[in-house]
């Protein structure tokens, strides 16, 4: 029994250890769908930020 339980718990490490984790979290996008949020969506996002920081600073 124990050595079942074990080999049980060994494959659902496995398992869990063979699905990719996101690395930065997810978002729900416009479809209801999970999407990982990459180093790549995390750049691109304070790039805008830093970008629209500038524009309102020459505004004022």
Same mark, same amino acid.
Do not use: F, W
């Given at each position: 029994?124990?050595?079942?339980?074990?080999?049980?718990?060994?494959?659902?490490?496995?398992?869990?250890?063979?699905?990719?984790?996101?690395?930065?979290?997810?978002?729900?996008?416009?479809?209801?769908?999970?999407?990982?949020?990459?180093?790549?969506?995390?750049?691109?996002?304070?790039? %805008?930020?830093?970008?629209?920081?500038?524009?309102?600073? %020459?505004?004022?």
């Amino acid at each position: 029994m124990r050595r079942q339980h074990m080999q049980q718990h060994s494959e659902t490490l496995a398992n869990q250890q063979a699905q990719p984790q996101p690395i930065c979290g997810s978002i729900i996008d416009d479809q209801g769908r999970e999407v990982a949020i990459t180093p790549e969506m995390i750049k691109q996002a304070c790039e %805008e930020l830093e970008k629209s920081r500038v524009a309102l600073a %020459e505004k004022n």
